[in-house]
């Protein structure tokens, strides 16, 4: 279930995944109970405290711009993170240096701004991607997600040696949000901690990670700025 809080004039998103259980009256056939047991909570009493902690933790203000942005299905979540189901999306990217960086931002922003074969302007989207590809974290990759309209075969070539177009297929990947700015030992942190999670919850992370960032951190307040650590994972299923 997603809804937005209406009464806060940022309007934050509540996000709720679990299990309802309803009950039959044996003698009218009619419904007689409805317990929901909620994913990110262990205790699901009646108002717990535990349950009014979690919806008062999803009112933290975060700023996300009014840009396309890659689709991706909530399939569950937790207390620490949640799951996601992503579908196929095109980056533009060059050679980055590490996770929290922005070399290389400046030639895939100029790819979209005109700097490519056919000098066409190309619509902004958010969130901007850094990505290392293994745990050490040797390569990293700065990215601009592409609008989903666009596809390999109707996109301008780049102009600039090392920008390259590269579809990316998609899947599941775990994605725990974060405010404030993004410097390199809070992302390591954050990822450390959401691999904990994952493996202590048994589930499969591949190696590497994404640092997703949604924000002009030049124009958004620290508190508001919203961040995030994605992971892929092997495989997930809901039972």
Same mark, same amino acid.
């Given at each position: 279930?997603?809804m937005?809080?209406?009464?806060?004039?940022?309007?934050?998103?509540?996000?709720?995944? &679990?299990?309802?259980?309803? &009950?039959?009256?044996? !003698?009218?056939?009619?419904?007689?109970?409805?317990?929901?047991? /909620? @994913?990110?909570?262990?205790?699901?009493?009646?108002?717990s405290?535990? +349950?009014?902690? !979690?919806?008062?933790?999803?009112?933290?203000?975060?700023?996300?711009?009014?840009?396309?942005?890659?689709?991706?299905?909530i399939?569950?979540?937790?207390?620490?993170? =949640?799951?996601?189901?992503?579908?196929?999306?095109?980056?533009?990217?060059?050679?980055? =240096?590490?996770?929290?960086?922005?070399?290389?931002?400046? @030639?895939?922003?100029?790819?979209? #701004?005109?700097?490519?074969?056919?000098?066409?302007?190309?619509?902004?989207?958010?969130?901007? #991607?850094?990505?290392? #590809? @293994?745990?050490?974290?040797?390569?990293?990759?700065?990215?601009?997600?592409?609008?989903?309209?666009?596809?390999?075969?109707?996109?301008?070539?780049?102009?600039?040696? +090392?920008?390259?177009?590269?579809?990316?297929?998609?899947?599941?990947?775990?994605?725990?949000? #974060?405010?404030?700015?993004?410097?390199e030992?809070v992302?390591?942190?954050?990822?450390?901690?959401?691999r904990?999670?994952?493996?202590? !919850?048994?589930?499969?992370?591949?190696i590497?990670?994404?640092?997703?960032?949604?924000? @002009?951190?030049?124009?958004? /307040?620290?508190l508001?700025?919203?961040? =995030?650590?994605?992971? /892929?994972?092997? =495989?997930?299923?809901l !039972?």
């Amino acid at each position: 279930m997603v809804m937005k809080f209406m009464p806060l004039p940022w309007k934050p998103e509540l996000i709720f995944t &679990g299990t309802s259980v309803m &009950g039959i009256n044996p !003698d009218t056939g009619k419904f007689c109970s409805h317990v929901d047991y /909620w @994913d990110s909570i262990q205790k699901n009493d009646y108002f717990s405290s535990e +349950g009014l902690w !979690d919806v008062f933790k999803q009112l933290r203000i975060y700023k996300t711009p009014d840009l396309e942005t890659p689709k991706y299905q909530i399939l569950k979540r937790t207390a620490n993170y =949640e799951v996601r189901k992503y579908e196929p999306f095109i980056v533009v990217e060059t050679d980055g =240096e590490k996770l929290s960086g922005s070399k290389g931002f400046n @030639d895939v922003a100029g790819y979209i #701004f005109g700097k490519n074969s056919s000098q066409e302007k190309i619509p902004m989207t958010t969130p901007v #991607f850094t990505q290392a #590809f @293994d745990n050490k974290r040797s390569k990293v990759s700065i990215q601009i997600v592409l609008p989903l309209d666009k596809n390999m075969s109707n996109l301008p070539d780049p102009n600039l040696e +090392g920008i390259s177009l590269r579809k990316v297929e998609g899947g599941i990947a775990a994605a725990l949000k #974060f405010s404030g700015k993004p410097v390199e030992d809070v992302v390591l942190k954050k990822e450390r901690k959401l691999r904990s999670s994952l493996e202590r !919850d048994g589930l499969k992370p591949k190696i590497g990670c994404l640092l997703a960032r949604y924000n @002009d951190p030049g124009r958004t /307040w620290s508190l508001m700025l919203r961040n =995030e650590v994605l992971i /892929w994972l092997e =495989e997930f299923g809901l !039972d």
